[in-house]
């Protein structure tokens, strides 16, 4: 039986929506019902990681020590993650991170700036730390330069490398093409990281095992950004159905999303029209609040905005555009009237 390594991310990509309003307290009853059902790793923290506490990406409701403690103190077997995007988070709190008791950085990259995380890759390993090169955003950029980019997180000493499809965009084909060269050309495993913006994070996540991935996220509920990410005990039922070993027990999984998780959600976690329109466009998920704006401003369909950008290769940072690609968007539209 082939064993699959789960890493779940409700504590970490969960918070983006709840607003990053989890408490330290509530954090450690979830982690440790996730470490008494077997999941091998948790990721932990604000939504943007760490350092992402800020006026910026809002404030999360307690320090960031705050969680790490709380959640090190319950955990036997599991693991503890965090997320650390250069720019955002420094290595000074990864050092922090580091002293209450977390075990493994994913250094979180644009797909095409995996070169931004050299030095904390390097630091992670000097450390004693495991360390995860994230390649965000994956679909915008073709399985040859994602793999120019796993190729480079691995010589900074990578122990593994992910395949992110941040914004729910892509398809099974997108997956496993992206999957299949990266695992077929490195030495070091490779996972995977799904959003559900087109209901797709499933048979996305799948897709990437069958294609050559060994590590894959998931979260209670699928609590996450937009749609959310691959559903826990789904995928636990799923991979255990197909013949994978996973080592988690399906009904612990199954009794933590009805009794604990679902009591913690602001809203159902479903593909509404907002996340919808964000994998249809395979745009960066914060672009959308922008355009929503700028199509009010401007009597345009967002939507069009979106897809505008996301034809336009647009990355995390190029806010500005939007308003460009509204002014076109009433111009061409004023001009066929
Ligand atoms: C900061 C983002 O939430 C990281 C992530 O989970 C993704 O890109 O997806
Ligand atoms: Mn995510």
Known sequence: MKSIRILDSTLRD????????????????????????????????????????????????????????AVAQVLTKTRLAVLLIPGIGTVEDLEMAMAHGVKTVRVATHVTEADTGEQHIKFAKAHGLEAIGFLMMSHKAPPAKVLEQAKLFASYGADIVYVTDSA??????????????????????????????????????????????????????????????????????????AGY?????????????????????????TVNTDALAIGYAGAYGSFLLHSRRAAERFGVDSRDILLELGRRQTVGGQEDLIIDVAIELAKQRNSSL
Do not use: W
């Open 14 to 69: 969960g918070m983006h929506a709840v607003s990053h309003q989890l408490t330290p307290a509530q954090m450690a009853i979830v982690a440790a019902k996730l470490d008494e059902a077997g999941v091998d790793s948790i990721e932990v923290g604000h939504g943007d990681g760490l350092g992402g506490s800020s006026c910026q990406y809002g404030f999360s409701r307690a320090p960031e020590a705050e969680y790490y403690q």
């Open 168 to 241: 729910g965009a892509m398809l099974p084909a997108d997956v496993a093409a992206r999957i299949s060269l990266v695992a077929g050309a490195l030495s070091i495993p490779v996972g995977f990281h799904a959003h559900n913006n087109l209901g797709l994070a499933v048979g996305n996540t799948l897709a990437a095992i069958a294609a050559g991935a060994t590590i894959v996220d998931a979260s209670v509920c699928g609590l996450g950004a937009g749609a959310g990410n691959t559903q826990l005990e789904v995928l636990t039922a799923v991979l255990d159905k």
């Open 245 to 269: 070993h996973t080592g988690v027990d399906l009904y612990k999984v199954m009794d933590l999303a009805k009794d604990v998780v679902e009591k913690l959600m602001h809203r159902p976690q």
